[in-house]
């Protein structure tokens, strides 16, 4: 997970310590860890939401962080289509709104005229995309047996 870019699958069966595992090599990265809570109601609202918060807390502040995601945590599966997306390009479409933008502009904007790049919109824009990828490390835990998994 330190690798620029690092992701993880880890396959066993529940109690095989896979959640554990990402614990302790998040500890010992001393990176941040960012699981999401399934709760009665939670619908893809509250999921994009909980994504939007991981990318407005954690990446846009360059932070260094674990997404630690379970199989028994998928309920829909446009959310493993959210999470394919963050794996692929860095975003999840719809998911920043107009309010958050000036957030990004003003943390993002720096990093264009780091790079000597014009601090358009979409210049900021792609380089709070470059954060996401650099800072968000998505670890997915699944059981070979799951439905989730097949």
Excluded at 15 to 28: C, K, N
Excluded at 32 to 50: F, V
Aim: proline share 4%; hydrophobic share 35%; net charge negative.
């Amino acid at each position: 997970i330190r690798q620029p870019g690092g992701n993880a699958l880890l396959l066993g069966v529940g109690g095989s310590g896979r959640s554990s595992l990402t614990r302790l090599a998040v500890h010992m990265a001393e990176y941040d860890l960012y699981q999401i809570e399934i709760s009665k109601g939670y619908d893809r609202n509250k999921w994009h939401e909980n994504l939007r918060e991981m990318f407005m807390t954690k990446a846009l502040k360059n932070i260094p962080t674990v997404f630690l995601y379970s199989d028994t945590q998928i309920l829909m599966e446009s959310m493993l289509e959210d999470v394919n997306n963050i794996l692929n390009s860095g975003e999840v479409p719809n998911l920043i709104q107009k309010e958050d933008m000036e957030d990004i502009y003003k943390e993002c904007k720096n990093d264009c005229l780091d790079k000597e790049i014009e601090p358009t919109p979409l210049n900021v824009y792609a380089q709070f995309i470059i954060r996401v990828r650099k800072n968000i490390h998505v670890v997915m835990c699944m059981s070979p047996g799951s439905e989730q998994f097949r």
